[in-house]
T-cell receptor, first 108, second 112 residues
Framework: RKEVEQDPGPFNVPEGATVAFNCTYS??????FFWYRQDCRKEPKLLMS???SGNEDGRFTAQLNRASQYISLLIRDSKLSDSATYLC?????????FGTGTRLLVSP | ETGVTQTPRHLVMGMTNKKSLKCEQH?????MYWYKQSAKKPLELMFV???????ENNSVPSRFSPECPNSSHLFLHLHTLQPEDSALYLC???????????FGEGSRLTVL
């Protein structure tokens, strides 16, 4: 089983839509979880950390399900500027492990 | 201005050339990293430096040689590379371990 698995997409959604991504991880000892965003031909940037109790930042909601070993990212009221690749990241063996990313395309 | 700067942004080299990638961080962080990003693959950690000391070498071929002269600068020396080494090389920094990473814009390398 891969350390982390993400649906590569692309997810094509209209503006205003709600979209959700999941990411599964194999290392049950992982302690920290993050979502990073990477725009086309740009560097990854931290979008938000994922806490055990779930957390929200504006239109973005992140959740962690330790029992099933996955994290999720929900984006409400999608904007054109949300078009990017979303990378799921977690700590494994004292280093960050990155997923391949899920590509989101928001259209007018 | 980004907190982590990388030069050059683009590099084309032959398999017999020797070149270096440079990274500088202006954030006062104590850890610096080199990552490789290839198409359709996850970011691959190459090297980690904490307080200038190398703490991780992720089974990287010896044709890649890192150098960290101080906690603000990181180099990746390249020699006798292969075409499959063509990728985006990203430098990152963090404070106190692998939490939030701040990436540079990357150096896109093409090996002919």
């Amino acid at each position: 089983r891969k350390e982390v698995e993400q649906d590569p997409g692309p997810f094509n959604v209209p503006e205003g839509a709600t979209v959700a991504f999941n990411c599964t991880y194999s290392n049950s000892a992982s302690q920290s979880f993050f979502w990073y965003r990477q725009d086309c031909r740009k560097e990854p940037k931290l979008l938000m950390s994922v806490y055990s109790s779930g957390n929200e930042d504006g239109r973005f909601t992140a959740q962690l399900n330790r029992a099933s070993q996955y994290i999720s990212l929900l984006i409400r009221d999608s904007k054109l500027s949300d078009s990017a690749t979303y990378l799921c990241v977690f700590t494994g063996f004292q280093k960050l492990v990155f997923g391949t990313g899920t590509r989101l395309l928001v259209s007018p | 201005e980004t907190g982590v700067t990388q030069t050059p942004r683009h590099l084309v080299m032959g398999m017999t050339n020797k070149k270096s990638l440079k990274c500088e961080q202006h954030l006062g962080h104590n850890a610096m990293y080199w990552y490789k990003q290839s198409a359709k693959k996850p970011l691959e950690l190459m090297f980690v430096y904490n307080f200038k000391e190398q703490t991780e070498n992720n089974s990287v071929p010896s044709r890649f040689s890192p150098e960290c002269p101080n906690s603000s600068h990181l180099f990746l020396h390249l020699h006798t590379l292969q075409p499959e080494d063509s990728a985006l090389y990203l430098c990152a920094s963090s404070q106190d371990g692998p939490g939030e990473l701040f990436f540079g814009e990357g150096s896109r390398l093409t090996v002919l």
